[in-house]
């Protein structure tokens, strides 16, 4: 029998041998027929596996861990409905600009197009999911395929991509090898994401800013993609403007800067919507103009020109028209502009007046700022409240991780962030379930910190099996369930534009399932809370279990919406604010 050649090896071996050259210490997965033979050198690697119970949650763990990291997470799971269940992640992945390498099992080349046992055209389902996929066809192609996967996921707006392997080529051996930088690069001659920005449009950002009486700071989720939380402070502090941080930016500029006038969009605080509605100037960095920002887009922002400045150029237009447009990365485009404004204020150029402004903007918050009613004796408890609690007992560097719907927007409305890279949610694709598997992935990322996953019964009951993988994985992670027994977003847009007529969004009120009982069955301690007075002793019990995971239930007021609200579709004039303000809404009308 020939003996192998120490180069000699398997397209498995190739594969694990890929992802350690580039640096892989964490995956996600799930095995499977096709790619068990991708599983057994995954024994002889350092890269640590953890076991999913299913392959969506291997999906949101890797997006958890890239989200806190910036790193590339990486989830690998079989063929077929394995493949399928991973749609859900890469599309959130997608949306949200996260880098993420997926790794999928495919059957045997010559069983491809034979509808053989979990086979499914996993490229063609994932081609409008994915920045970038492929079908590697031989074991030769594995190691250019996963550098290429990686490349493409990490450069540029970064994205989901995957590599679709049949179970021959991971059987089969090649001869090693690894690709040069150089050889990557010739390898994809159509993929040069621009970074640096044209130089006659930063020059022209400068002049519009130094110009503007009424500028607003639009802050996206590219802040963070571009590691760019430093130079976006220091523009702001140099020209001394608001800050908005869209739902996928906050952390990205601290909340209790005098400058941050926090969320924007459909249930953003008034400051913040009125903010841009009102500007002379939207500096948006790193933001797409979502709809759910700009709501009816004929009606934003009417009198303020726009600077864009996104990595993608397929942003720019594609909502609003920029009236000077940059393509390239935001933290090096931003300090490119910081450098501009400072050479014109050396040469004797002035900014603008802003006083009035500021004092405009000053008013608003102190009218209208996010506000709730206390819970009366007896009754259920406010979710408001409950956020406000866990932020005001969490340990310094706390992640938060959120599922969907109105416990997402409390979080995100009531949590204060000061630390970018401290807040996972689902902003795109809205995807429920999300908030366990992902709060898994940050804290496998993150063991030195505390990470609550904040979620609702509709979502828990989603994706709550991932409990067990935090259990084994003795990955300690605290979720605060907020159950109204209802879909709760659903409830408030029936209950507002359905003349409460509830159409299957009751989840039942005769606590069932008893989640205390469930979240210990799984191996973590449960906690049920239905009082005011119980709230925060329970979360200083929670915060001081570290060994195995935490669920604690909150019993919260079913009747209870999310306020201020954009209807959809309406303009961002039409804002509905908190009960309690609705006598002050006339003002802030008038203002407008």
């Not at 050649?5 to 890929?18: K, M, N, S, V």
């Amino acid at each position: 029998m020939a003996e192998t050649r120490p180069d000699r090896i398997t397209g498995a071996q190739a594969l694990i041998r890929a992802l350690e050259h580039e640096h892989v210490e964490l995956m996600f997965g799930y095995p499977g027929g096709c790619i068990l033979p991708a599983y057994d050198p995954l024994l002889d690697s350092e890269i640590r596996h953890v076991l999913v119970r299913h392959e969506q949650g291997a999906g949101h763990a890797a997006e958890g861990y890239a989200h806190v990291t910036g790193k590339p997470g990486v989830a690998m799971v079989t063929s077929g409905p394995a493949a399928t269940n991973l749609v859900t992640p890469l599309m959130d992945a997608y949306m949200d600009s996260i880098p993420m390498v997926a790794i999928t099992g495919q059957v045997p080349t010559a069983a491809i197009g034979s509808d053989a046992f979990q086979e499914c055209d996993t490229v063609g389902i994932t081609r409008s999911c994915t920045k970038h996929n492929e079908l590697v066809m031989s074991p030769a192609d594995i190691p250019m395929a996963i550098r290429q996967a990686f490349h493409i996921a990490t450069t540029g707006r970064p994205g989901p991509t995957l590599v679709d392997i049949p179970k021959d080529c991971l059987i089969a051996e090649m001869d090693w090898y690894w690709p040069t930088d150089q050889e990557v690069l010739d390898s994809l001659p159509g993929y040069r994401p621009n970074i640096k920005g044209h130089p006659r449009m930063i020059k022209e950002a400068a002049k519009l800013i130094l110009a503007s009486e009424r500028p607003v700071v639009y802050a996206g989720g590219g802040i963070l993609k571009a590691r760019a939380a430093e130079a976006l402070r220091d523009l702001v502090e140099l020209i001394d403007a608001p800050v908005v941080t869209t739902l996928m930016a906050r952390g990205a500029f601290p909340d209790d800067h005098p400058n941050c006038l926090g969320m924007p969009g459909m249930h953003g605080n008034a400051t913040a919507v009125t903010s841009m509605q009102k500007s002379d100037l939207l500096i948006a960095l790193g933001a797409r103009f979502d709809d759910r920002i700009t709501g009816k887009v004929d009606a934003f922002a009417p009198t303020a020109k726009v600077i864009h400045v996104d990595i993608d150029p397929a942003e720019q237009g594609k909502v609003r028209k920029p009236d000077v447009p940059i393509v390239g990365d935001a933290d090096y485009v931003i300090r490119e502009i910081i450098r501009e404004i400072r050479a014109r204020q050396a040469e004797g150029a002035t900014q603008a007046d802003t006083s009035a402004w500021k004092s405009t903007i000053s008013g608003w918050r102190e009218q209208f700022p996010l506000t709730y009613e206390m819970s009366e004796p007896g009754a259920a408890l406010k979710p408001q409240y409950c956020i406000q609690q866990l932020h005001a007992h969490a340990p310094e560097g706390t992640i938060v991780a959120s599922g969907v719907g109105q416990h997402q927007m409390y979080a995100s409305q009531f949590w204060r962030f000061n630390e970018p890279y401290t807040w996972v949610n689902s902003g795109g694709l809205g995807t429920m379930g999300f908030a366990i598997p992902a709060a898994i992935g940050a804290k496998a990322a993150r063991p030195d910190r505390t990470v609550w996953a904040v979620d609702g019964d509709g979502c828990f009951q989603m994706t709550a099996q991932e409990l067990v993988t935090a259990t084994l994985e003795k990955l300690p992670i605290k979720v605060a369930l907020l159950n109204n027994s209802y879909l709760g977003m659903v409830r408030q847009w029936q209950e507002m534009f359905y003349d409460e007529r509830y159409s299957e969004v009751f989840l039942d009120s005769s606590n069932t399932p008893d989640f205390v009982m469930w979240a210990e069955s799984m191996g973590c301690a449960g906690f049920r809370v239905e009082s005011p007075e119980e709230v925060a002793p329970t979360i200083e019990k929670a915060n001081a279990i570290n060994d195995r995971p935490v669920v604690i239930e909150f019993r919260t007021d079913a009747a209870e919406g999310v306020f201020p609200m954009v209807p959809a579709g309406a303009s961002n004039d039409d804002l509905i604010l908190h009960p309690s303000q609705q006598d002050r809404a006339a003002a802030l009308q008038e203002e407008r």
